[in-house]
């Protein structure tokens, strides 16, 4: 899964050169679900990683899955700093900084990015989850290094990769990436609520130009069209309003992300099959799947 290149070097051997690799450790929305209804897509919570093609670690989002980012990054031995961007602070997009095991190795190195008016006010609200009576070791304990670099709308620069950041349509305010290399783009945009097209920060047109011609879209798809009368201003999408926004944007890939809780494995088998029936009727091409713990794509 995923696109390769292949070129030969001086001695005939094939090798893969890969702009960025995208894995997924985390895909679930809300809160965890653990459980035997939910191996195949994962039951933790947000967190996904970015590596370019020098190594350069970016981590995006620390929800449950994390967790387990931090064993196989122990397990690598990764050096050198680490990059952490936080699309928002909701517990679902957190909870499992406690758990990574690296941030208790005084060598570790975090540059942490996230929506606030100042580096001091990003430190306090990621910090905040650690205090007493929350957590039993305290932030100020901690013997790594941290930085925090707030982030706006803003086009930044992280090892190799450039990214752009837009503000979502979320309760609180959320921020969508697009991360791109050398034309390869992989769009980042959840808690995001793509039909409430009045209230939004920007015009619908804006989230498709910013998701334009994605490699690899990833978006909120928490919701069906039906239950959305329902709720609305939730910050979510339904699969539908993912789906459509795609095609706008003539994206070659859609993962569907931020499960809802409830969701059991053949629920997103049936929103991937839906969605493959839509792009039929309407005659476009489009690869779409649910996404799950574990997967990786190369761009
Ligand atoms: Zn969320
Ligand atoms: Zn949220």
Known sequence: MGIVHQCLD????IQYIYIMRVKFWGTRGSVPVP????IRYGGNTTCIEVEDRNGNLLIIDAGTGIRALGNELMRRGKQGPIYVFL???HWDHIQGWPFFTPTYLPKSEFVVYGHAKSADRLREVFSYQMRTPF??????DL???FSF???DEDILKIGNLNIQTIKLCHPGGTLGLRVWEKKRAFVLMT?????LKDKQPHLYTDYVKFASKADLLIHDAQFTAD??????TWGHSSYQEALQLAIDAGAKRLGLFHHAPEREYNDIDRFVDHCNQILERKDKSLDVFGTMEGMVFTL
């Open 149 to 151: 670099v707030p982030v």
């Open 191 to 195: 808690d995001h609520e793509a039909g």
């Open 143 to 145: 013997p790594c290094s």
């Open 135 to 140: 957590f039993p070791v305290k932030f100020t």
């Open 87 to 89: 699309t928002h602070f």
């Open 227 to 232: 239950v959305l009368p329902t709720h609305k």
């Open 10 to 13: 001086k001695t005939g051997l």
């Open 35 to 38: 459980g035997s209804t939910t």
